[in-house]
Structures are given as structure tokens and as C-alpha cells.
């Protein structure tokens, strides 16, 4: 996502920065035009100096979580990667002068902010956060950047769905047991998916730079939300293979542990705080989106 946020940034001639922990591998797969410092984000640094007089800063750190057995340590690093350095990057910010500060931050965050939801319930921005780990999380990690706004810097928390892209990601991990034909819905099947393609994600990014408006939390996630059965299905016709081999609740609960919760759970989460800003979407159908990712290039 990072990749293709800077490229799309380039494009329309902005100025990019990227703060990498390994910046010989970023500067490798970034294209000519950016300019790439070290960043350890958990500590004070150096790095710091490079907020200054920029317009404004994106946060896209944090481990994976989806996919992966979450342990106690996991869980250390989770919160490391997104609570610890969205304090330490507000630190850096508060450090500079008044008048060199970015003007707006605009930090990841996701949809597990609401918590489990039926898959009737309608979510929005204005919808109560969830009370289990991943919901905690995330609005621990949002709070950790809100403290900007005492700054005077404008702070929007993108709530991110899942994210539909080439090169990987989630959908490349539920494609590939298509592609052996063993594909299927996951769990239940009836747990909404509030996906989202990469596109509408770096656009609705760009528009949080932009909107001075943009404030507080945005969804970002496609206006039709599909459950997990559904999903499959579209997969299958895609890639012209059958949705018919469940993979079991109790299987990935083996796997993962609790870590299985992302997959088994969802949230029917709407971006109407995008739409009100008059973002339209790239990829508003799940059809359209899944052959611009899955289909032949």
C-alpha cells in the first residue's frame, strides 16, 4: 500500500519522503524521485528532523495481524508497532517548532475498531468501538495520534478494511486454495467482509491530506460490503473455479487461536464520512474489484 500511495503521489508532483527501517531495500523497490531516511519507530531519532515543514504525514506502521498466531509476545509487538510508535512519531512532531509542524496526520487504523458486529448491523464513523482485543487496539493506537491535534495538527484515523491489491495481502491468502481447486467461504460463511480495494484506499488517503474538512475517523471501505460466502463466490467465478470446500471454524481456531478472530468476525462498516466528503470510489462493486487484482493483467 505504501508502494503505490508514493507512486500516486508522485504523480501529481508532491514532494515524498519515506522513513523505512530498512531504507536500502525501500529505496530499491521505490521509484527515482523519493527521498528515503532511516526510522526506527519505537525510539527517538534523527528521523524526527525530517517531519519538519513537511504539509503532512501518513502513519502506515504496524505488524500483521491478520494471518498470524497471536501469542503474549505477538501481542507486544502488535502494540509496539502501532501504540509506542504513534507516540514517539507525536513526540517528534512536538519537539519541532510551532511553524515547521505538518499540518495534518493521517494514521491506519481498521474496521476491528467497532468490535464483532451482526452481519445486520450497519456501522459508521459515529458507531461505538468494540470491547475485544482488536477493537482495544485500535483505539489505543488511535489515541496515541490524537494527542496531535493538541499540536495543532489535523489528525484522521483511516479505519481500514480489508485490502484488495496485487502482490499479496489477504486476498492473495484466500485466492490461492481456489487456484488448487479446494477454494471455499471461511467459518460460517455469514460474516460481512468490509473490504476495500487498494485504489480507493490511497485515494481516500489522498483526500484526508487534502480536505481540510477530513477530520477524526474515516472509513476505509467499499460502499458494498459482501459477507464471507459471498466473497468466495465472486473468487470462484474470477478465477473460474468452484466455492465449495468450507474451511472450518474449529480448523482455523487450531491454527491461529485467537488469533482466528479477524477471519471469523466482521463488520458491515460504511464509509460515509468519505462519501460526505465527496470521495467517489474507483471500485464500489466487489465483481469489478476482484478482476482488477485477480484477473489477467
Not at 519522503?17 to 523519493?34: F, M, N, Y
Not at 474538512?213 to 467465478?237: D, F, Y
Request: glycine fraction near 12%; aromatic fraction near 6%; include cysteine.
Amino acid at each position: 500500500m505504501g508502494r503505490r500511495l508514493v507512486r500516486k503521489l508522485l504523480a501529481r508532483k508532491d514532494l515524498v519522503t519515506v522513513l523505512s527501517r530498512d531504507p536500502v531495500g525501500a529505496r530499491r523497490a521505490l521509484p527515482e524521485g523519493v527521498r528515503v531516511a532511516g526510522y526506527t519507530p519505537t525510539q527517538e531519532g534523527p528521523w524526527s528532523d525530517e517531519l519538519a515543514s513537511t504539509d503532512g504525514v501518513v502513519m502506515l506502521a504496524g505488524e500483521p495481524i491478520v494471518g498470524v498466531r497471536w501469542s503474549e509476545a505477538k501481542k507486544k509487538e502488535f502494540e509496539a508497532s502501532r501504540i509506542t510508535a504513534g507516540e514517539k512519531l507525536v513526540e517528534g512532531i512536538e519537539r519541532l517548532p510551532p511553524n515547521r509542524r505538518p499540518k495534518v496526520l493521517v494514521g491506519a487504523s481498521g474496521c476491528g475498531f467497532y468490535g464483532h458486529r451482526g452481519s445486520d448491523e450497519e456501522i459508521d464513523e459515529s458507531s461505538p468501538a468494540g470491547r475485544d482485543y482488536l477493537a482495544l487496539l485500535a483505539q489505543r493506537w488511535e489515541e496515541a495520534l490524537a494527542r496531535a491535534t493538541t499540536l495543532g495538527v489535523r489528525v484522521v484515523h483511516t479505519r481500514f478494511g480489508i485490502i484488495f491489491g496485487k502482490g499479496g495481502g489477504a486476498l492473495e491468502k484466500l485466492a490461492r486454495p481456489f487456484r488448487m481447486h479446494v477454494g471455499g467461504p471461511i467459518g460460517s460463511g455469514k460474516q460481512i467482509v468490509p473490504w476495500v480495494h487498494i485504489e480507493d484506499v490511497c485515494g481516500i488517503i489522498m483526500l484526508a491530506i487534502d480536505n481540510a474538512e477530513a477530520k477524526g475517523p474515516i472509513n476505509a471501505t467499499a460502499p458494498n460490503p459482501v459477507s464471507m460466502e459471498q466473497l468466495a463466490e465472486a473468487i470462484g467465478v474470477i478465477l473460474h473455479r468452484r466455492s465449495y470446500l468450507r474451511v472450518p471454524e474449529g480448523a482455523l481456531r487450531a491454527l491461529f487461536g485467537e488469533g482466528a478472530e479477524p477471519l471469523l468476525t466482521g463488520q458491515r462498516a460504511l464509509p460515509r464520512a468519505a462519501e460526505r466528503l465527496g470521495y467517489d470510489f474507483e471500485y464500489p462493486e466487489i465483481l469489478p474489484a476482484l478482476e482488477s487484482v485477480l484477473g489477467p493483467d
